[in-house]
């Protein structure tokens, strides 16, 4: 047999050569994806989070909580996640964890203009300690979840949620960012448990 000195093929080098540069392209690619999918389920949960609070308003607005419980001004109404039905039907987060039971949407019944006005905070956890404190629901954003250390944030409230206890409400002024004091601090008129 006589080889054909004409034929043309690719070394065993440049053939490793392809391949090594296809996993770093591989690795970038899914390093990107993973980033992707974790920055979409941080705007799931604020996404979730916004619903829970339109379906308290609604609830509120239509008259359906105690009138007992009802905030006064400068006092609030806390309503536990786990005593309010949404569409989806579920109470798991975007992280695939149910709701802690530190999760609540707060009514505040503001007095600086002299007239009732309510303003609606929210914090939300999951099991797996992903989420974000007691923040103003118009401040919310996905760079606001913390993962799997909520806890530990300075405005995450684990105290004892019951009437008559006192709550500190924050605000966000960037997107990663709450300002260091407090918004407003409310004495708990109720709290709807689910």
Not at 109 to 121: A, S
Not at 146 to 169: M, Q, R
Request: net charge negative; with cysteine.
């Amino acid at each position: 047999m006589k080889k054909r000195l004409d034929q043309k093929g690719f070394t065993l080098i440049e053939l490793l050569a392809v391949i090594i540069i296809l996993a770093i392209l591989m690795t970038l690619a899914i390093t990107a994806m993973s980033g992707y999918i974790r920055d979409a389920k941080k705007d799931t949960f604020v996404t979730t989070a916004q619903q829970y609070a339109n379906a308290v308003r609604l609830s509120f607005v239509n008259g359906e909580y105690d009138a007992a419980e009802m905030p006064g001004r400068g006092e609030c109404l806390a309503v536990s996640t786990n005593s309010i039905a949404l569409e989806s039907g579920t109470h798991e987060s975007p992280f695939g964890q149910k709701f802690s039971e530190n999760s609540y949407i707060i009514i505040l019944n503001d007095t600086t203009t002299g007239e009732d006005k309510y303003e609606y905070f929210v914090q939300m956890s999951d099991a797996a300690g992903n989420g974000f404190g007691v923040l103003q629901e118009s401040t919310l954003n996905g760079d606001l979840v913390v993962e799997k250390d909520i806890a530990s944030e300075e405005n995450y409230d684990t105290n004892n949620w019951t009437k008559g206890s006192t709550i500190k409400l924050f605000y966000a002024n960037s997107n990663t960012t709450y300002k260091a004091y407090a918004r407003a601090t409310c004495r708990l008129s109720g709290v709807i448990s689910g």
